[in-house]
């Protein structure tokens, strides 16, 4: 697997299939999820996680099996405190602030085609490395990991991790497809977001492939450290509501919300449609190859493809995230990551429509 980044401000990227999404949102078909409770519980935990503090906790995860929110600890005092609050105390070896460490350890060493985020579940930083990372780049990733005494490991997947321009329902900017991503404004002024790999390769955005209906312009964008991309709506006659496309239909976005481990998503783009998966790391790093390291993505087990970037994630009617990049596809499986969305609404003081 080899890890690209989607797109940059000050860099063109090689897209494998342009496309870019339309001011509607990509929705999926029903799927199976915790639902409202379990969303309660994992904002309650996720609280007490922030508030008990990295040394005390390596961060909270929602257990399927059980229906249950595990809050990792350290101390019985800790366990004490999240067992009050109804959910489960698991104790563990790694505090958070062991795994800051190994993550920033695993990132001296990372080389193009790496991927690093923490596995809450297995209370490690589970290091990924593609085909691509071979001879002494991924000797000295070895030897990184080794360095954390049991709180990373390595991992080694086929193919290659790349940013995925295309997804959801199309867009067209340049000669790239991408995907439009969820409908925002700002008091009565309308934007869209999408990936910022895509808004580095162009700065008009169409909602058709012979650019003949205009959406709109960029506002801003930031790639990498970041991967968004904010368009506003210049054309007055296209609709931008607050819904993500289903290919079947359309799902209501109604709340822009924070994903949490071990959350049911789903994910629209216009080169699969809609796929759903999990959750399965937050903050988590990728160093594409040419463009540099994206950080505080959502890792997840959702496949994607190429012209699939920009694309919704979504859980029910929460928004949680933008198509960034990722490895695999949709007939083998993958792992895909995301740039959180109320990162971008916060930064710009977006809402939804």
């Known amino acids: 697997m080899r890890t690209t980044p989607l797109s940059g401000r000050r860099r063109m990227i090689t897209l494998i299939a342009p496309a870019v ?5 990509l929705a999926s078909p029903a799927q199976a999820t915790p639902g409202a409770a379990a969303d309660a519980a994992a904002t309650r935990a996720t609280a007490l996680s922030e508030k008990l503090g990295t040394g005390a906790t390596a961060g909270a995860y929602y257990d399927s099996a059980t229906g249950s929110m595990v809050v990792t600890v350290t101390t019985a005092a800790a366990a004490a405190k999240v067992r009050a609050i109804g959910a489960v105390a698991k104790l563990v070896r790694n505090s958070g602030a062991d795994l800051d460490a190994a993550m920033d350890t695993v990132e001296a060493a990372a080389a193009p085609g ?17 085909s691509t990372v071979t001879g002494a780049k991924l000797a000295a990733l070895r030897a990184a990991v080794a360095a954390t005494r049991g709180a990373a490991r390595l991992e080694q997947v086929d193919g290659t991790v790349s940013p995925l321009i295309a997804g959801g329902e199309a867009i067209y900017g340049g000669s790239y497809r991408c995907s439009l991503g969820f409908n925002v404004k700002s008091g009565s002024t309308y934007y869209f977001i999408t990936a910022g790999h895509c808004a580095d390769v162009a700065t008009t955005w169409y909602s058709n492939s012979a650019k003949t209906t205009l959406l709109g312009t960029n506002y801003d964008y930031s790639f990498p450290g970041d991967d968004y991309g904010v368009v506003q709506y210049t054309n007055s006659s296209v609709a931008h509501p607050s819904s993500v496309y289903t290919y079947s239909g359309s799902q209501t976005i109604s709340s822009i919300g924070s994903a949490y481990v071990g959350e049911s998503v789903s994910r629209s ?26 950080r505080g993505l959502i890792k997840t087990d959702v496949c994607a493809e190429s012209g699939d970037s920009g694309g919704s994630l979504y859980s029910g009617s929460i928004a949680l995230g933008i198509t960034s990049g990722g490895s695999g596809d949709c007939d083998s499986g993958g792992i895909t990551y995301f740039q959180p969305v109320d990162e971008v609404a916060d930064l710009f003081g977006l809402t939804l429509p």
């Open 21 to 25: 999404l339309l001011g509607a949102f």
């Open 269 to 294: 783009g216009s080169t699969t449609g809609v796929h759903t998966g999990s959750v399965t790391a937050l903050d988590a790093r990728v160093y594409y190859a040419g463009d540099g390291i994206v």
């Open 114 to 130: 790496t991927s690093w985020a923490t596995d809450t579940v297995a209370n490690q930083v589970v290091v990924t490395v593609d």
